[in-house]
C-alpha cells in the first residue's frame, strides 16, 4: 500500500470524523466592500475548521461542561480591585489582572456576562492575558459579585453611563495604555450599545462581541425552555433576594419575582434599571437601535448550536452588517454557548479568535 493510499485513508478518517463531531470551516458574514473585506486572509484561524472538543459535540454538554465544570477548574488570583463610586451613588468595581505590566502595555475591558462574577470569568480572564500579554481590566455592573448596591438601580445589561465612569478611570490610571474590548454574551449589549452611542469618540481601538443576542427586545424569546427557567432563578438570588432593603420602596419587586422567564423578567423589571415603563428602559439598552452607528473594528462570534443566544437572533441583521464598514460576523457549526472548546484538552478557540483579532489592530496603529 503505497503513501497517497494512506494519505486517502487519513483524509477519509478526517472527514468521517468531522462529519461526526460537527467540524466546519467558520462563514463570515461582512461587506465585500468594507475596512473588514480581508480579513480571512489576516487570520489563518478563519481557513480552517472549527473542531470541537469531540466529547462536548452536543450542546447541552458543552454548556454544562463550561457553566459547571469548567468555571470551577480554573485558577487565577486578580492582583488589583477597584471599588468605585458612581455620580448617583451606585456602586461598580474592576477586577485587574496585569495591572503591575508596564504603563503602556495595552489593557483588554472585558464586559462579563448576566451574572458575571471575577470567580466566573477567570478562564476568559487568564486566556486573554496569556495570549496577548496585555493587561486584563473586567469591569463589574452594579450588584455583580456582592457588592454593596446602595441606590435601588441596577440592569441585566448593564449601564453605559457607568462604562464610562469606569473607562474614565481606567485612562486615568493608565493614560498611556491602548484600549480594546470585549463583551460575553450579556456583555455584548452593553458593548455594541455603548460603541454606537460613542461613535468615533470610543478610546476603543477595536472590539469582540463573543455570543450576543442582538435584539434584546426578542433575544430573550428564543432561549432553549431549560435555561430561561433557570437562569431567571439565578437572577433572583443574585440580584434580589440579598438586596431586599435596597428593593423595599420598589412595587415592582413582586411581579418581577413572578417571571417565570428572561423574557417575563426584563418586561417586569425596567423600574428597577431606573425607567419609568418598559419601551424607555428598551430604547435605552437596546444595542439595536444604535448598532449601526459602530466605528471601530467589530468581530461578532455565534455558535450556529447555541441554546441560549440562538442563531435565529442573527438573521434580520445580515443585511445591514453585510452594508456596514467595519464590522464582521463569524458563525461556527458548534460550540454552544461561549464554550468553543477544542481539542482532547479544551482549549477555547474563541479566546484565540479574541486575541488574533485585536493583536491585528494593534500591529496596524503601530504603522
Request: hydrophobic letters at 35%; charged letters at 20%.
Amino acid at each position: 500500500m503505497g503513501k497517497s493510499t494512506f494519505k486517502n485513508i487519513k483524509i477519509l478518517g478526517e472527514n468521517l470524523f468531522d462529519l461526526v463531531v460537527g467540524a466546519e470551516q467558520p462563514k463570515l458574514y461582512f461587506n465585500q466592500h468594507g475596512k473588514l473585506h480581508n480579513i480571512q486572509q489576516k487570520m489563518p484561524q478563519l481557513q480552517k475548521k472549527y473542531r470541537p472538543t469531540p466529547y462536548l459535540s452536543n450542546p447541552h454538554i458543552h454548556l454544562l461542561y463550561f457553566d459547571l465544570i469548567r468555571k470551577k477548574t480554573i485558577k487565577l488570583e486578580y492582583d488589583h480591585f477597584d471599588q468605585l463610586c458612581m455620580p448617583d451613588g451606585g456602586v461598580t468595581a474592576i477586577s485587574w489582572y496585569g495591572y503591575a505590566l508596564p504603563a503602556e502595555t495595552p489593557t483588554i475591558v472585558v464586559l462579563h456576562t448576566i451574572k458575571g462574577t471575577p470567580s466566573s470569568m477567570r478562564e476568559l480572564v487568564r486566556d486573554l492575558h496569556q495570549l496577548t500579554g496585555w493587561r486584563i481590566a473586567l469591569c463589574l455592573r452594579r450588584g455583580h459579585a456582592g457588592l454593596p448596591m446602595p441606590v435601588p438601580q441596577m440592569s441585566i445589561f448593564g449601564s453605559t453611563s457607568d462604562l464610562r465612569e469606569q473607562i474614565n478611570f481606567i485612562q486615568s490610571i493608565f493614560p498611556d495604555s491602548c484600549l480594546y474590548a470585549v463583551g460575553s454574551s450579556a456583555g455584548t449589549g452593553l458593548l455594541v450599545r455603548y460603541l454606537g452611542e460613542e461613535g468615533e469618540n470610543t478610546p476603543f481601538k477595536a472590539a469582540f462581541a463573543l455570543c450576543p443576542g442582538y435584539d434584546t427586545e426578542e433575544g430573550f424569546e428564543n432561549v432553549h425552555p431549560f435555561y430561561t427557567k433557570i437562569m431567571t432563578r439565578q437572577l433572583f438570588n443574585a440580584f434580589i433576594h440579598p438586596y431586599r432593603e435596597t428593593w423595599k420602596n420598589i412595587d415592582s419587586v413582586t411581579r418581577v419575582l413572578s417571571s417565570k422567564t428572561l423574557a417575563e423578567f426584563q418586561q417586569h423589571y425596567f423600574e428597577m434599571a431606573g425607567y419609568t415603563d418598559y419601551q424607555c428602559y428598551s430604547k435605552a439598552i437596546n444595542p439595536v437601535y444604535v448598532f449601526e452607528n459602530i466605528k471601530i473594528p467589530l468581530m461578532i462570534l455565534n455558535a450556529e448550536d447555541d441554546p441560549v443566544c440562538h442563531i435565529k437572533n442573527l438573521e434580520p441583521f445580515k443585511e445591514t452588517i453585510s452594508n456596514m464598514d467595519n464590522v464582521v460576523v463569524v458563525t461556527t457549526r458548534k460550540g454552544s454557548h461561549c464554550g468553543f472548546y477544542e481539542g482532547w484538552k479544551t482549549q477555547s478557540w474563541s479566546a484565540k479568535l479574541m486575541s488574533n483579532f485585536l493583536k491585528l489592530y494593534a500591529n496596524d496603529t503601530k504603522h
